[in-house]
Structures are given as C-alpha cells and as structure tokens.
C-alpha cells in the first residue's frame, strides 16, 4: 500500500507509490492523435479490452445492450487504495505519514483510441462532464474523503503515459495545499466584502474585456491576469457555483460546448499543444458555501517547468494574456449564446509553435 | 520591460516577460553532454564568444591576463530589469502589477562546452560555489532586493535551453511563495522549540540513518523524508548557518567534493539525469537568524510533472527515499572526512532508468 508523507520543513505531503513505478509506459510517438491508429489491440482503454481494466465503476450509456460510450474504471496502478483508515502516525517528531488511503479512477472518454476531446461531438464531451459530475457525487459520501480532484494530461509533455483519451480522479483525505491557499484567500475576501471574490473578479473582466476570449450565456472563457503560462485557459460559470457537483446537470451540455471550442481553439492557435486540466472545486464538506466558485483551469505545456519555477513556485511566462486572449478571438467569428463557434479561415494542420518561458 | 502580476485568486506572483520568447533554444540532443564536443562556434558561452553575452560582472581568476575558468555575466535574455522602481500598482481592486524589477545572471561554469558539474575537478567546482556566493553577496547589498535565487537546469527535461553548463541566479523584490512556507514553518517551529527545525531534523536523520546518503566534517547528504521525486537530494550544513552568503568561504572546497559526488552518484546511478538544482537560503534581510538553515536541493528530472501535480500541489512519487539512498549507498565505498568518495566497480555507461511516477 502507497503512504502520504509530509514534508516537516514545508508540511506539504506527498504520494509515495512504489507500486506506480510498473504502470505501463507509451512512449512519445511524435505524431498527433489524429495520426495514429483508431484501434490498437494492445490499448488497455480500447474496445474488446475491457478485461484489461478493473471492473468498471460507471458507464454510459447505462443499457449495457448498447456499446459503452464513456467508461470509468479505477485505476490500475492507482496511487491511493481504496482500504484502510486515515489515522496519522507519527515516527519521532518530525515523520508523520499516513496511510495511502484515497480513490484513484480513469474515465476513458469515449472508445475511440485517437480521438481528443477538441475534436469530439458536442454530445460526446457532454457525455465526460457527466461521468465527472456522476463519480465526484458518488465518491463524496465517503466520509473519509476531503478534496477530489478531477484533471487530465493530454499529450506526452503533460505526463500522460497512455494516448487513448483519458481523464482521472484523485480522492484525497487531505485537501491540497494549492486549493487550500486558493480558499484561504476566498474566504478572507468573502469576510471582508460580503460577496464571492470571483463573481466579483469575472465582473471586472468583463468590463475590462481584453482577457476574455469567449462569453455564452452560462460561462465565461478567459486567459486570466496572472498567466503561469502563455495561453493559460479557464472556464468560469457566470452565476455563483461552489461546487461542481452540484452545478446543474442540466447545464453541462452548454459547458461540454465551451469546453471543446475552448480547447479547439488551442488545438488550432498553438497545434494539438500538450496540456493539464483540472476542475478548481471547493472541497466535499464545503459544497454550499458562498465564498468559491469553481472553474475549469487549462494549462497548456507549450514549455518545460524549469529549475526556477519548482525552486520558488515563481512562475515565467514569455506572454501576456491580453495578446494571447487577443490572437485567439482573431481566429474566431465568435462563440453563440450555446457555446458554438465558428472559426475564421480554413481548417488547417496545426503548426507546433515554440516560445521558450523557463529561464535560459 | 518584462511586470511582475499577482494573480488575486492566489497571491501567487507571476513573471510576465514576453522578450525571452526571442532567447535561442538548443533543441534536445539526445546524447550525453560528454558525446558532444567540447567546444561549439555557435555557443555564446563558449571561449571566444565573449563578446556574445553583455560584459561580465565576475570571472576567476580575477587576474584578466589568464584565461578565465568561471565567467557571471547579466542574462541576455532576462526575465528581470535592473532597472525602475519596485512601487505596486492596482488596476481596480484585483489587477496588482509592479515593474519587471530584478537582476538575473548567468554563471557559467566552465570554458568547456560540454562539462558537467559531475565530472569537473573538486578545484573547479569549487570555483563555481565561490562565484555563487560572491554575486549573492554583492546583489544582497541592493535594498531593493529581498531574495535571491540561485539555481540549476541541467539537460533538456530541466528546461535549461542551452547546452553549456551554466547556473543562474535570479534576485527579486519579492519573496517566493515556495520559500515564505519554509520560513513560516522554521520559524513557528523555533518559537515553539527555542532551537532550529533543520538542526532538531538533521539530529533524527542522523539517529535514522536510512536516509542518508554521505556523510563528512562539516555536510549530510540525504533523500527526504518526504521525497516529491524518486532520488531527490539534499545537502545540509551540519552546523546551525541561516544564509549560504554568510557561510565561510573557507568552506565552499569541502562544499564543492560533496556536491560533485553527489552529482556523481546521480550521474551514474540515474545515467546523467535532468535536475533541478536550487539553493535555498534565508532572505537577504535575515541572514543571521536563528531559525532557518540553508541547503542545497537537487531534483532529478527522471518523470513528468503532470497535471494532479500541477493542479493541487501534492507530488506522486514511485519511490521510497529510504530504498534510493540504500541503492546509492550499496554503489559507494563511502565518502571520506573530506568529501572524497570512492564509486565501487567500473565506471560504466550510465543507463537511463525510466520510471513513471505522474498519474496514469
């Protein structure tokens, strides 16, 4: 079984999985997904493979007559076990740690090998939202859960070690220092101003305009302020929203179309670029409170994290967001009010365009 | 001039300095630094390129009539200006900015094009720590600076972008969130304890023993409690000393036999690795106190940084520190009082080992 340690000098904790190191590796293939097979006979997420993966957790359609759209199955080389209790022990003072308790699950998005979620039908992205929303509801009984992360790698760049298009889930008895950082100042704004520090932000991109990239009537898309990287991405529900498990479900069909023209416009502007997703959520005991907001954050991995960013947590970007947001809005004729988009010019084969941001 | 923005969901400050989107960029070889030659035209850090960089603020030996073992000058293409005012600056209530302020050096380590600090002499390792901490000691004087940041990249997956093995050092107006934890958790720890976290830990590392690597008078060389990355390296003063500036020069020999060998044990164990490699220090205004303890942090690159890494800050690591050092340790006769050491067997080719940490 893995174990959750924490730092003494940072009190970060961390995953240690020896049992991951045997997880099967596909190499980069240098290709993008739209070159390669539809099918391979040795994708353990492929049709016909199905005893290749764990039982699955939850499919779509739900009639298992019909073919499976979207799957979810726990991860076989999971990095958290679903067993064991949450009690901390302690070694001496300093080396406290915990048992690798957590859930750790792969929604395969559809059983197309080279398929990507920019390429996708609106009904198939649509799909994968309720997968995401279905699992988080459902794992967040567990009183022994605090924090679920839903996130996904695409590309070799962003650590993905399989192409069949995948997310994951991580459920974690501990709730991440990133999020909680982010909910510290929430709430401390929230204390102070009586209102949702990002209702209040998305207004103030609103009127100043230039970092948006697209608006329908239920989300907001845009490159925020403070960019870690060139062409950073989030999607923003317009109305206040704490919890993505309990965003209506009725709503994901306008988010899936976003979400798949937010990231089809990437896949045109920078070339099937690697990237990171993650659902920004609040955490399982917290799902109602008025001061977070949750939002989709992208993150494309056009450039390496260099020495200088893992050293400080100080982040260079070679871009600033007004001209990101601006090369992208140029390309488009615009969102509509569902979420549809039309794209200016030609579909045409992405160019990989490199700007170096990591320090010489 | 590049800005520095705060991101108000976070109070995470970014680097936004669009003109390193012009720096040149190696691309990835594919070949160990000692199978390329040993000088390049094209290389600006390469002798005979001088003129390539802007004029060097330090070199060794300071007598200009030898040819020059270690050179620091400005990066070219810097992140930071030296240049301006560090006075913020707020666009409506969420918008802060303030000027790109800062300095950043190169400091490269050697005329040798295709060196590495693992397989230089102790003599010229030696220079390239007092380089460090003669620049740290000169910037520090620049009330305007509160931290300095010298720091690594060695091979591609680091993110360094030239070949040359060269060092940078980065000194801000502001503190990173990175080191503002480890202050803040030295600091309540001495008010609690009345004596420094890191020499209270480095006494329970000794008594352990599992995870230390090397051992000499005056350094421990240790895996961490709570590795983020399978062979992650620390190298600890084993007396109570805040700042790396104020740490006796006479010293930084002993320093640089340690910090070789464990390159060395990297470079062999790992087949010449990626890293990351960053001093941390205290600030430039608490260079005395008595609560924090400098060291040196390596952090091979053997995986990915993926997306559940990114997006909640918590790290999976395929590996037990305990089994690493032990995997180190069973190659090494030991280091000596001096921080020589003795490799057990024959030097052979290194073998990249792949091991794969990132969620699936």
Known sequence: ????????????????????????????????????????????????NEDKTPPEAFRLPADESLPWEVRVVPNRFSALSPEGDVARSEDGRFFRKMNGFGIHEVIIEGPVHNATLALMTYEQVERVMIAYQERYN??????QIRYITIFKNHGWASGTSLIHPHSQLVATPIIAPYYHRKFDIAHEYYSDMGRCLYCDLLAAEQEKGERIVAETERFVVLHPYASRVPYETWIVP??????FGLYPTIFLGELARVLKNALLCLYRELGDPAFNLTIDTSTTADEKDPYYHWHIRIVPRTTTIAGFEIGSGIYISAALPENTADHIRKRTVGLVKDGDITLKGKARPPQIKKSGTAPS
Do not use: Y
Request: charged share 25%; proline share 12%; aromatic share 4%.
């Open 1 to 48: 079984m893995s174990e959750l340690r924490q730092d003494p000098t940072t009190k970060l904790w961390v995953i240690l999985a020896p049992e991951r190191a045997k997880r099967p590796q596909q190499g980069p293939t240098g290709r993008r997904a739209d070159q390669l097979p539809n099918w391979d006979a040795s994708c353990p997420f492929c049709p016909g």
């Open 138 to 143: 459902i794992l967040k009984r567990n009183e």
């Open 238 to 243: 317009k109305t206040h929203s704490s919890s």
